[in-house]
């Protein structure tokens, strides 16, 4: 019989993934996202990961890739999905060499990524594209830019006054679509159930992350008339029981929980608890959103915009059509002959 676990070569190197534009959100502006590849060879097949890390926790492509190399004799020496739970914590490293034993794994069983997850054939699904947080004025052009899209998210900055109106201003430029809000931890109780009148007066379907991790108890007492996401208040499968009650919704995002493999778990977790999911993107390549639309096949909501903030993606590439994002399988985790 094979091995459980083959020996493979691992090769490593950062990519600098910049930006077309520059982004703001609460606290940040960002340029570029940087990434870490992984690449696993077995001499037959070879498996790719990508993964950008945590800015948020101080997990960059830097000490990712010191750390995978580190790891690099138990890693070469054969290591299972399974055993990376204990290996690695949740974050960039161990969700850019989960993804790289995604595709190896199913390249040597020859099917592709999302039949070895058990999903149905994937179909494209109804994605947000998000507006970073400017002027009003410009965020309503933005939008109006994203003229196939159905859903958009906006990114706000705490700012209770001025983000209401750019909330109204892009409800009035786009009238028709799904909206949402991402406040990346930018609210206090005061400032939140000041900003909230503008919010339902918008139609606003999702409110994600509007206090700081650690501050989940200010959101004691709010109306959840309007769905709050919790993004950075969890990060693994072990954060997921203490949302109950507070949240109404788990974004997933791979970067944070280390992986498809924890991915699929926080999932079925959280449906379980009676919360619903979904799928989030911290910007990245192709490689990277092709992961998280397998995931994504089992959510209520898709955020997995990220590559058309690239100035040059992957080729194959995801495709983004009418409002919708596909993954072909030429682009990740699809089968392919042995050397």
Not at 107 to 130: D, H, I, M, S, Y
Not at 185 to 197: I, S
Not at 314 to 324: E, F, I, K, N
Request: hydrophobic fraction near 45%; include cysteine; proline fraction near 7%.
């Amino acid at each position: 019989m094979a091995p459980i676990a083959p020996r493979v070569t691992m090769t490593l190197h950062n990519e600098p993934l910049p930006l077309v534009a520059p982004f703001r959100i609460s606290g940040y502006v960002f340029e570029a996202m940087p990434a870490t590849v992984v690449r696993l060879d077995d001499g037959r097949f070879e498996g790719r990961g990508e993964a950008a890390g945590v800015y948020y926790l101080d997990d960059r492509p830097d000490g990712m890739l010191a750390t995978l190399e580190g790891l690099r004799d138990t890693i070469e020496a054969g290591v299972t999905r399974a055993a990376l739970r204990d290996l690695l914590p949740p974050g960039g490293a161990r969700n850019a060499l989960d993804c790289a034993l995604w595709e190896l794994e199913a390249r040597r069983a020859g099917v592709p990524a999302w039949q070895l997850a058990g999903v149905e054939r994937p179909k494209a699904l109804l994605t947000t594209f998000t507006v970073g947080a400017d002027d009003p004025a410009v965020m309503a052009d933005a939008a109006r830019r994203y003229a196939k899209a159905r859903a958009i998210k906006l990114k706000l900055t705490g700012e209770a006054e001025l983000d209401g109106e750019r909330v109204r201003a892009v409800r009035a430029a786009r009238p028709d679509v799904w909206l949402a809000v991402d406040a990346n931890q930018g609210y206090v109780p005061d400032t939140l159930d000041a900003l909230m009148p503008s919010l339902r007066e918008a139609a606003v379907a999702l409110l994600e992350q509007p206090c700081r991790r650690g501050r989940e108890a200010d959101l004691d007492g709010i109306d959840h008339a309007i769905p709050i996401a919790a993004d950075e208040s969890v990060q693994g499968l072990d954060e997921v029981e203490a949302l109950v009650g507070r949240f109404d919704v788990v974004n997933i995002k791979l970067d944070k929980c280390g992986g498809l493999t924890e991915g699929l778990m926080i999932a079925e977790r959280a449906r379980a608890l009676g919360m619903k999911v979904m799928v989030g993107n911290m910007a990245g390549s192709s490689w990277a959103t092709a992961p998280g639309f397998i995931l994504g096949q089992q959510c209520d909501v898709v955020d997995l915009d990220g590559p058309t903030f690239l100035k040059q993606d992957r080729t194959p590439a995801v495709v983004y059509r009418d409002g919708l994002v596909d993954c072909p399988d030429d682009v990740w985790g699809g089968p392919v002959p042995a050397r």
